[in-house]
Each structure stands twice: as structure tokens, then as C-alpha cells.
């Protein structure tokens, strides 16, 4: 059946496209490219700046960059390079721009994530903030109305409801950076109702009763959720689950990274889903792409930064009046 009001089925990825067109009205966020020592990445940066999401720093070892550009035909010549020796000496350096206050973003290049975050959150020289760092798919689901934001199932293994106050607000500041309408977050676990002896569903009733106490703000919060009856309205009616998140939920919060993982891939590999990735919670946005992601969903991470960044300096400059 057709999904819009014109009768026509939904575009594949019209929901990245209208996030990069979003992305491209405002500035374009200077970022930190961390070892773009590949095709893929250094693509990945040289198109994101073409269209207006950001404006790379290259980092890396610089004449394996310059010959990278040359074997992909990818003109760098307008980019500044800073020299770093190896993988994490790039990471570090990365960062290092970040802490100087000269990037507002950074993206990882073809370095091991693990390289990286451990420069972020490095003890000596990091940019950690006082929030939990947590990672956030951005999902376009084919014949799913709105883009699904999933956290966290890449980060955080197994969060304390302490850490899942943080992953809740970070995944909801995102929410309102790519300008949801109204944020609507389902905490989810395998079934709708509290039991002790499912821990994730108790989890769940707190979480929302901290949101009732300003604890957590910006959002409607419902849980304990199953996935059905979190997205889909028929479901949450069977179930006479009456509250404005469920089967309308655009933000879902996962009990663990094992649980978040699978549903992110399943929806990827079974859904044909792309999945584009942010994490959250360091002082810039960091732009953690897979090496098999489509250029598409890799300017779509550029583009959510760019919105995050925008986000971030409107709040500041409101603080300042």
C-alpha cells in the first residue's frame, strides 16, 4: 500500500536526503578527520564538504593521505593537513584540535573505533564532559514514516540506570538537533509490563517516573515497551496501552548494547535500513562511521553533526542574552 498522500511509495532514503538538505542551511562545522587513509573515508570528508556539512581538517600521516587523494582522483588541495605518524598518534592529534577549540566535530577515517574513543576519553588530554559519552543510531527505515533514533548499541555494554539517564537526555538533545517535532521515547524491554524479575522493565518505570520529575527533560517518556507495540499503533491498541509514545515512539532506548546491536542490524541486513552513527556526551559530536556504510549514510552522520553543532552554539548564545 502506498505510504504517502500523493500515492506513490516512499523514496529510498528520503529521510537522509531531507536531513543533508537540513544540514546545508546551516554553517558547516569545522572537523577534525581522523586518519582518512582510505578511499572510503577521505571520499566520505571531500563529498560532505562539497555539499556544505563540514569543513575537514585532514589528520593523518600526510603523505599517505595525499597519495590516497591521488589514486581516488579527490581533489584535497583546499583542506589543511596536520601530519601525525601512525593511527593513534592521528586520534590524538585529532583530539588535541578539539581541546584547542580549532574543530567542532570530529569523524573517524579508516582507524579502529576503539583508537579513537580512547583518545577522547584519555585521562590526560581528553574532551569527556561531566555526561556519559553514549553512540546513537540514526535509522531510515524503508515504509517507517519518521527516522528512528536507537541508542545505545554501540558504546555503553550494559548501563546503570544512572548511565541510562545520560544515554536517555543524549539521545533526546539529538532528537531536538535534527528538529523532531516532539521527541517520543520508548524504553524498551521484552514485554509492556513492570516485573522483578525483568530488571530492564523496572529500569524502564524509573526512567519515566524521573522524566515526570525533571530529572530527564525535553521528551515524552513511556516503558517498559515491547518493540511492537513501541512503533506500531495496531500493536499498542491490542494491547490497550493508551499514552502518546506508544506505537509512536521515534526514540528507542535499548536495555543493553546486545540488545541495541541486534535490532540495529537486524533492521539494517532484514529491513534494508541505512544506519547513520553519532556519539554523544564528548564537547563535539563524533561522527563514528562503519567501512561498509554507503556515502550517502556517511553525509548523513556529517549532517547530524553539523545540526548538532548549530544546536549547541544556539544554546550558548541563548544563555548569553
Excluded at 235 to 247: D, N
Excluded at 297 to 313: E, G, K, P
Amino acid at each position: 500500500m502506498p505510504d504517502d498522500c500523493n500515492g506513490l511509495p516512499p523514496r529510498p532514503h528520503e529521510k537522509y536526503e531531507r536531513l543533508v538538505e537540513a544540514a546545508r542551511q546551516v554553517p558547516a562545522a569545522t572537523t577534525a578527520v581522523v586518519h582518512p587513509c582510505d578511499n572510503v573515508s577521505l571520499h566520505g570528508a571531500v563529498e560532505a564538504a562539497r555539499l556544505g556539512l563540514i569543513v575537514p581538517i585532514l589528520v593523518g600521516p600526510a603523505e599517505r593521505i595525499r597519495r590516497t587523494a591521488a589514486a581516488a582522483s579527490l581533489d584535497i588541495n583546499a583542506f589543511e593537513i596536520v601530519d601525525a605518524a601512525y593511527s593513534h598518534d592521528s586520534a590524538a592529534k585529532g583530539v588535541e584540535l578539539v581541546a584547542k577549540g580549532r574543530a567542532q566535530a570530529l569523524m573517524k577515517g579508516s582507524l579502529h573505533t576503539d583508537e579513537l574513543m580512547g583518545a577522547v576519553v584519555a585521562r590526560d588530554g581528553g574532551i569527556r564532559t561531566e555526561r556519559r559519552i553514549s553512540h546513537c543510531f540514526i535509522m531510515d527505515v524503508p515504509r517507517h514514516p519518521d527516522a528512528l533514533i536507537i541508542t545505545d548499541a554501540a558504546v555503553n555494554i550494559v548501563p546503570t540506570l544512572d548511565e541510562k539517564v545520560d544515554i536517555v537526555q543524549n539521545a533526546i538533545d539529538l532528537a531536538h538537533a535534527m528538529r523532531f517535532p516532539e521527541v517520543r521515547v520508548a524504553i524498551l524491554s521484552a514485554m509492556e509490563t513492570v516485573s522483578a524479575k525483568v530488571p530492564s522493565t523496572i529500569e524502564a518505570a524509573a526512567l519515566c517516573k524521573m522524566a515526570d520529575r525533571g530529572q530527564i527533560t525535553g521528551a515524552l517518556l513511556d516503558g517498559p515497551l515491547a518493540l511492537d507495540n513501541a512503533i506500531d499503533p495496531e500493536a499498542a491498541k491490542i494491547k490497550r496501552i493508551a499514552s502518546p509514545v506508544a506505537g509512536r515512539a521515534n526514540v528507542l532506548v535499548v536495555p543493553d548494547l546486545e540488545a541495541g546491536n541486534m535490532l540495529a542490524k537486524s533492521l539494517s541486513f532484514l529491513a534494508g535500513a541505512d544506519a547513520a552513527g553519532i556519539v554523544l556526551g564528548a564537547r563535539v559530536p563524533i561522527i563514528l562511521t562503519s567501512r561498509a556504510d554507503s556515502l550517502l549514510t556517511r553525509l548523513a552522520s556529517c549532517a547530524i553533526a553539523a545540526l548538532l553543532v548549530q544546536a549547541r552554539q544556539a544554546r550558548v548564545a541563548e544563555a548569553l542574552i
